[in-house]
């Protein structure tokens, strides 16, 4: 059974960066695709990253540029590396791993990640 724990949020400043950690235990997830999703705050859940098993990365277009995928495959952790941080970014944000999909990973379906972690709050605000 796979759990995944996210880390790393916060408050910051626009401008500011962080660093968002999920560590997967129970299985390689990072062996499949994996993701980061937001849910801002009366909105509905959206995709911003993804990986695949071969580290191809994919992103939202709100985040090109700024954000960072990447994983660790010995640790089986996934990172998301988050600069020049805007207020819009303010989210909960959650990874998810889709542990029927190796490659080619639809970060635009989140139905299909079934494994979600619990969360972690982002805040971008002066």
């Known amino acids: 059974q796979v759990q995944l724990v996210e880390s790393g949020g916060g408050s910051v400043q626009p401008g500011g960066s962080l660093l968002l950690s999920c560590e997967a235990s129970?299985?390689?997830?990072?062996?499949?695709?994996m993701g980061w999703f937001r849910q801002r705050p009366g909105k509905e859940r959206e995709g911003v990253a993804s990986?695949?098993?071969?580290?191809?990365?994919a992103y939202a277009d709100f985040v090109k540029g700024r954000f960072a995928i990447s994983k660790d495959n010995a640790k089986n952790t996934l990172y998301l590396q988050m600069n020049i941080l805007k207020p819009e970014d303010t989210a909960v944000y959650y990874c998810?791993?889709?542990?029927?999909?190796?490659?080619?990973?639809?970060?635009?379906?989140?139905?299909?990640?079934?494994?979600w972690g619990q969360g972690t709050q982002v805040t971008v605000s002066s």
């Open positions: 998810a791993a889709d542990l029927l999909r190796e490659l080619h990973c639809r970060l635009e379906w989140a139905y299909l990640f079934g494994k």
């Open positions: 990986i695949d098993r071969d580290g191809n990365t």
């Open positions: 129970g299985a390689a997830a990072t062996g499949h695709c």
